[in-house]
């Protein structure tokens, strides 16, 4: 489709937020998404609370796009 071959950085940035937004265990997590469309990359950082949280964004951040490379900065922090 049209939609992947050129997508705007605040288009790929909305479609990861909102993957991210429908997963009831990340939507608390404070996460940033920065996206460069042109590199096919989307970086994401913030923190949550588990190892499974984590990679459960990045697997989402994959799915808004056939082929993005994401970039891992999400710190975990267990809620003590």
């Known amino acids: 489709t049209a939609l992947n071959r ?3 950085n605040s288009a790929l940035e909305k479609a990861v937020r909102a993957k991210l937004e429908n997963d009831p265990q990340l939507k608390e997590a404070d996460l940033s998404v920065n ?3 042109e590199r096919n990359e ?3 950082s913030g923190t949550v609370r588990s190892r499974a ?3 459960k964004a990045v697997e989402l951040a994959k ?3 056939p082929g993005v490379a994401v970039n891992d900065k999400i710190d975990v922090k267990p809620v003590s």
């Open 6 to 8: 050129s997508m705007s």
């Open 42 to 44: 989307i970086t994401l």
């Open 35 to 37: 996206a460069d469309a």
């Open 53 to 55: 949280a984590r990679e």
């Open 63 to 65: 799915s808004a796009k």
